[in-house]
């Protein structure tokens, strides 16, 4: 028998890890197959208390090549962004078109992006920008863009890979889809089992012969 690893993707929207939630953050499932995963996220703005309108109106992700597969309605997919903490160029944006974002207590899902990778990544960088209409400072933490009315934030977020192992059975697929290789021999296996047992029994018979007539 043979042990097998599965690598099952949870269907699992992870929520905040504690009372002090991050003042954004960024959730995300993943959906398809091996060299066309689909991403999606949803933006999320806890910065209630901290900001009556601090919109949430820059978004992206980096997955290594731009892909975007679905956006919101009111925002646009746009260019590569660099300008974070980290120095990392994201490859996948978002920017709302006109007016305020994602307001504090607010989530938008619909953002949407490819990864043609063979394994889907259980960790992904992203980044957000947040602006005030009113001119409010943000003053919470969290941000690389301290005490600003348009405070930048920057974060990974982790999607659970669940590694199963298993004995494979004579009812159970084998890897990857296919079906087991049989195991039943064919039937000039069989003749050939046979004509080795019929020489070994003669060479016994003539072996006892031979001790009998010494």
Request: neutral net charge; charged residues 10%; hydrophobic residues 40%.
């Amino acid at each position: 028998m043979r042990t097998r690893h599965i690598a099952a993707l949870a269907a699992l929207l992870m929520g905040p890890a504690s009372a002090h939630a991050q003042p954004v953050m960024v959730d995300y499932t993943v959906s398809g197959s091996a060299g066309n995963w689909l991403f999606h996220f949803t933006l999320v703005n806890n910065m209630v208390g901290e900001s009556a309108d601090m919109g949430v109106y820059l978004f992206g992700a980096k997955l290594n090549g731009t892909a975007i597969v679905a956006t919101p309605a009111g925002w646009s997919p746009g260019s590569t962004w660099g300008y974070t903490a980290s120095g990392l160029v994201y490859d996948n944006v978002w920017s709302k078109n006109n007016g305020v974002g994602v307001m504090p207590g607010q989530s938008l899902g619909g953002f949407t992006a490819a990864s043609y990778s063979l394994a889907a990544p259980t960790t992904i960088d992203w980044f957000a920008y947040a602006y005030s209409n009113s001119g409010q400072q943000y003053n919470g933490t969290g941000s690389f863009l301290a005490a600003t009315s348009n405070p930048g934030f920057e974060s990974q977020s982790s999607y659970p890979l669940v590694l199963i192992t298993s004995v494979e059975g004579p009812n159970e697929p084998g890897d990857n889809g296919r079906p087991p290789v049989t195991t039943t021999p064919e039937p000039s296996t069989y003749a050939l089992m046979a004509t080795g047992l019929a020489a070994l029994g003669y060479a016994s018979r003539r072996r006892a012969r031979s001790r009998v007539a010494r």
